[in-house]
């Protein structure tokens, strides 16, 4: 009987991840200018958006408990999915804000909740190869490239009603794609492996799930309103869509190295590295956004402050939640990271904005340093 490990199911795994980036390659750098071509006010546009952040908070936790339970994660996947696909085409009905703010919070709620569950999955198929992570995950990259590096340039010449086409096909692909991807062979774990609570109370696991909050919270102004925020120092949507593209090619290139580079600096060093680096991000945005150069370079640092972030979480994660609570664990940096600290950060930006827009990402680098020196001392910190 052969005793080797089954290959991963590389292509269908990034597959999925392709699709669910390029969603987001549709949402993040337009969707805030497609509520603008609405009639919304800045604040409403950041509230807007806070609510796409805010499912993150519940939506994964819920289906993490229903997938650690079920142990059928791929099968919640598929259902969320399409529940999700469901959900966006309501969009075409009604443009108040209320109605809006429905559709947000009904779609994200089960878009929201698929991703953690896929990381496990992930994880799980590629065994004891979890730092060849970044090879799967790279392809979101290359989506999420694809996507907002195109859609400017046929944004401004089709007009900004053709955007929830584009996302609703975008999300069929995420649908068509969960129906391709394999469970994983979960092993059992007995009853006694310890409550999660456990895991929690750990200073550096709080310290770790804090920084998550920060690293996140300081992307508001970023995420919300980078396009408005370029658009109103001259720049085309097509330029802008190439920074975009810019900052996520510069994330592809650190994946590509990431299985070397993690374990050569260790999660530590890549953690507290992209915060100081994220700080440094927002600084230029915000003192230097005429300057093409400086905005070029800003990007390139998007390989730091999402890439190289991110990368060292979802390994820091893996590590310090085990067995049964892994999927937990991932969803818990999900929603207190992704949900709560972008739901923050798009809200504090939305009323920063219309006192100074300087002024957000200003605010946005006093964070990272904050979140910096919060995790300095605490996360991995070597033993004496």
Not at 9 to 34: K, M
Not at 62 to 79: E, F, L
Not at 364 to 370: K, M
């Amino acid at each position: 009987m052969s005793t080797e490990t089954p290959a991963p199911p590389y292509w269908r795994l990034s597959g999925f991840y392709l699709f669910y980036f390029a969603t987001l390659g549709a949402l993040l750098p337009y969707w805030s200018l497609y509520l603008q071509s609405l009639g919304f006010t800045p604040q409403k546009i950041g509230e807007l958006m806070a609510l796409l952040m805010a499912t993150r908070i519940l939506a994964p936790n819920v289906w993490a408990y229903i997938a650690d339970h079920s142990g059928k994660r791929m099968i919640i996947v598929r259902i969320a999915s399409l529940l999700a696909v469901l959900a966006f085409s309501a969009v075409y009905l009604n443009h108040s804000y209320w109605a809006l703010a429905g559709v947000m919070v009904t779609f994200s709620f089960f878009w929201n909740g698929t991703l953690a569950q896929v990381e496990v999955t992930t994880l799980t198929h590629l065994g004891k190869k979890t730092h060849h992570y970044s090879r799967v995950r790279l392809w979101g990259s290359i989506g999420f490239i694809l996507t907002a590096a195109l859609l400017g340039s046929l944004l401004d010449h089709a007009g900004m009603d053709l955007l929830p086409a584009v996302i609703l096909t975008l999300m069929a692909g995420i649908w068509v794609m969960s129906l391709t991807v394999p469970e994983s062979n979960t092993p059992h774990h007995p009853p006694h492996h310890g409550p999660l609570w456990r895991v929690l109370q750990k200073p550096e696991v709080l310290t770790f799930f804090v920084a998550a909050f920060l690293m996140q919270a300081s992307h508001g102004p970023y995420y919300t309103f980078y396009t408005i925020y370029m658009e109103g120092y001259g720049y085309s949507r097509g330029l802008i869509g190439s920074l975009w593209a810019i900052g996520v090619i510069a994330e592809v290139g650190l994946f590509l190295g990431m299985h070397r580079l993690l374990p050569a600096l260790g999660a530590r060093w890549m953690l507290l590295g992209s915060l100081l680096l994220a700080s440094l991000r927002w600084l230029l945005l915000g003192l230097y956004p005429s300057l093409l150069p400086l905005m070029v370079f800003a990007q390139l640092l998007h390989a730091a402050t999402f890439g190289a972030f991110h990368a060292a979480a979802i390994d820091w994660v893996h590590r310090h939640f085990t067995g049964p609570h892994q999927g937990r664990g991932q969803a818990l940096y999900s929603s207190l990271g992704f949900g709560a600290g972008g739901a923050f950060g798009s809200f504090y930006s939305g009323h920063l904005w219309t006192l100074e827009p300087k002024g957000a990402y200003l605010a946005a680098a006093l964070i990272g340093i904050t979140a910096f020196c919060l995790a300095y001392p605490t996360i991995d910190r070597p033993s004496k």
